[in-house]
């Protein structure tokens, strides 16, 4: 290639590129599309036809005792709960309860082979021929103390001897009966273990053929007496307002739903669960017989505090999506479901409503009816 052909090239590139600079942009057609916006009707509020169809209702005002209701655990009296211990060591050579028994004060548990019960009996055997010889002893120094044949320091020698030789079998009688045994007239190896009051077994660590390692092993039975019993609680620390030391709470077991019991508050936790933030509330009452440590119940707290709520038929409040609505009237065919808190149930037919609804405040008093219709149309 030429250098004229290279100079015709380069003239064209250029003019090429002045020709591109020298053109306008145009604002319209590098601005961005218009905003489209579509207004989405309100799903809560209906327009019917014939709104004299729907008969209208009016909220009445309420007078109620706030009410607290929380889940709880039924646990047996930690006062009321008593270890059986067994100081001896050895082998578990029968068991005369378990797990679950109603069992009363005195009655034998179990029976322990220990060498310790053996020990003891050889230790008391031996201090009851100690104070026999003794006594024998003394009774010859006496009567030769009386003869003159020896001096008063032999006879108080004689007595000390026979005093530590009683002290001695009352010691070694004293540990056979804080081992367990019973009778100091029958010398055995094994050792009763019984059930220091009644009740109901409420754990157990041994079974046949198991080791018994005294205090430092765990506690063969536990015996807990359920003639009262503990509810604990759990209350969110915004509601402990409404709960007060001392107060009644209504109790109710899952187990027995149409029974309804009685406890009192007798301790609110002092420490907060920093997880849930909740507070250990107790309630302590009389068992009637139905509380099994373990059960699930409900505990009502009631209010001393009284609040102004409205009421309307319970006909008027739609349970619909685990929630309660009411329809009320915006304009001449207008209606708007509204979203309500609806309480317990009152006499002739009423319903309270916690929250969303105000005395005087007119709503459609079939609601189900109402909602019937508007999806038909």
Known sequence: MNRRTLRSLATLVL????????EKSDPQQEAPPPLKVQRVEDRNVFTVDHPERFQLTEAVEHVSTPELKVTGTVSPDIARAVPVI??????VVETDARLGDTV????????????????????????????????????????????GAISQNDLQIA????????????NTAEKLRVLGTPTLDRPSGVVEIRAPISGVITDQQVTNAAGVAG??????FTISDLTYVWVLCDVYENQLSNVRLGEEAEIRLNAYPDKVFSG????????????IRTVKVRIEMRNPGLMRPGMFVEATFHSRAKEKRSAVPAAAILHLHDRDWVYVP????????????????LAGGMQEVVTGLVPGQRVVANALAFQNSAEQQ
């Open 330 to 345: 915006v304009e001449k065919d207008q209606f708007r479901r509204t979203e309500i808190v609806g309480g317990d149930m």
């Open 86 to 91: 067994s100081l001896a060591t050895g082998r």
């Open 15 to 22: 003019s090429l590129l002045l020709a591109s600079c020298s």
């Open 159 to 170: 007595e000390n001897a026979e005093h530590k030789a009683k002290v001695d079998v009352s």
């Open 215 to 220: 205090l430092g092993s765990p506690n063969p």
């Open 104 to 147: 009363k004060k005195g009655q034998v548990l179990l029976k322990v082979q220990s060498a310790d019960i053996s020990g003891a009996f050889s230790d008391y055997q031996k201090a009851l021929a100690d104070e026999e010889l003794a006594r024998t002893q003394l009774d010859r120094a006496k009567l030769l103390y009386d003869k």
């Open 264 to 275: 009192r508050i007798d301790n609110i936790g002092p420490v907060l669960d920093p997880n």
